[in-house]
């Protein structure tokens, strides 16, 4: 439990991450202005004023990497889980500079979800609610295909809610918190804390918080493909080895729930280009971001909604994992959001104007140009 003070071996991971992060990111800038890996504002859907340097992914993985290489000695899937983020990290970055086509970025994201499921990191059962207990059910030859679908879609989920100026490394920041509780509150007295979970989770809060730091709006640096890549990788190895294994009831629900702002985001956008009879990978500017500036929220406050968001489902996640208390905390900050919320379209009724100029994006309907400013290409 909390109170025996099982996250301090999540600190030194954490540490480590955050300021191995915060040294190579400058590294990271100088060599994306160098091989010409910047973001364009005169681009399309890009919302920055000045050309920006999209190599911080890099740098996230070279913090999380050093902390499991540093603290991951009780890290069984250590170099399985190394070797597989370095891969898609370095695969994305020749994306960051060469901008690949979107069906070969798919491809590689599929391949990404092979291989970790190749170096035998799976999900390799599921337990179900029953009236003696939890029922484990093996998913034998469906475990593959399975786990390639969870690591693609974390690339993907992740990948499109990396729109605004700190919004993807919050998010993971905040469901690596989740994941660490998880680990810590297990359900039964007798179950063992999971060392291994811990530290992959400092490791990975780490790296995200030392990217804030140069990411927060107003950025300097974006991760790019190479960082919200990597980002989907960590996610999807940790919750396989960690809550998405464990022989408990519907613990699989955990990851789903605390990521369900980019996982339904992702399904909505699927709907909507398909309803639009675009491609599937056609860009647009209707993601969740996009509608939030569009509501008159600043690039800080709707990272900040999806921070708080992710917070809600977090606890809920929790609380169907077995820790009924952190409802009360779910409710508190639900409510919260909500008179915000109120506060703040009342405050748009009183001081809005007319004569916005609008943002015309295939695949959405116009936008007020106010979306176009301070956030991360999507």
Request: with cysteine; proline share 5%.
């Amino acid at each position: 439990m909390l109170a025996d003070a099982a996250w301090l071996p999540a600190v030194p991971p954490f540490l480590l991450a955050s300021a191995v992060c915060m040294l190579v990111i400058p590294l990271t800038m100088a060599l994306a202005r160098h091989v010409g890996a910047e973001d364009d504002p005169g681009e399309e859907r890009r919302m920055h004023g000045r050309r920006m340097p999209r190599l911080g992914g890099i740098a996230m993985f070279a913090g999380f990497a050093m902390a499991l290489l540093v603290f991951g000695n009780s890290i069984p899937s250590r170099w399985q889980v190394l070797a597989v983020t370095l891969a898609i990290t370095v695969t994305m970055a020749v994306d960051d500079i060469l901008q690949l086509p979107p069906w070969t970025k798919l491809a590689l994201e599929v391949a990404a979800g092979g291989l970790v499921a190749a170096l035998g990191i799976t999900i390799s059962y599921i337990a179900l609610p029953g009236h003696e207990g939890s029922h484990v059910v093996d998913l034998s030859w469906v475990a593959l295909p399975i786990t390639v679908a969870w690591i693609t879609g974390l690339q993907i989920s992740i990948n499109l809610i990396d729109g605004v100026d700190g919004a993807a490394a919050g998010v993971v920041g905040i469901v690596a918190v989740v994941l660490l509780l998880a680990a810590i509150n297990r359900v039964g007295p007798h179950a063992p804390v999971q060392s291994d979970v811990i530290v992959m989770s400092g490791a990975l809060m780490g790296c995200c918080v030392g990217f804030l730091v140069f990411n927060f709006h107003p950025a300097r640096v974006i991760m790019g493909d190479s960082g919200s890549h990597f980002l989907g990788v960590a996610v999807g190895t940790i919750t396989i080895l960690g809550v998405a294994k464990l022989a408990v009831a519907l613990s699989l629900l955990v990851p789903l729930v605390a990521l369900g702002l980019p996982i339904g985001d992702t399904a909505f956008a699927i709907v909507r280009r398909r309803r639009a009879g675009v491609g599937i990978a056609q860009p647009d500017a209707g993601h969740l971001h996009h509608r939030l500036l569009s509501l008159g929220l600043t690039v800080r406050e709707t990272a900040l909604a999806f921070y708080l968001g992710t917070a809600i489902l977090g606890c809920i996640g929790l609380a169907i994992f077995g820790h009924k208390k952190v409802l009360f905390a779910a409710i508190v900050m639900l409510v919260g959001a909500l008179a915000a919320l109120l506060r703040r379209n009342h405050r748009r009724g009183l001081d809005e104007a007319g004569g916005d100029e609008y943002l015309v994006v295939p695949g959405r309907a116009a936008l007020p140009t106010r979306a176009r400013h301070g956030g991360e290409a999507d």
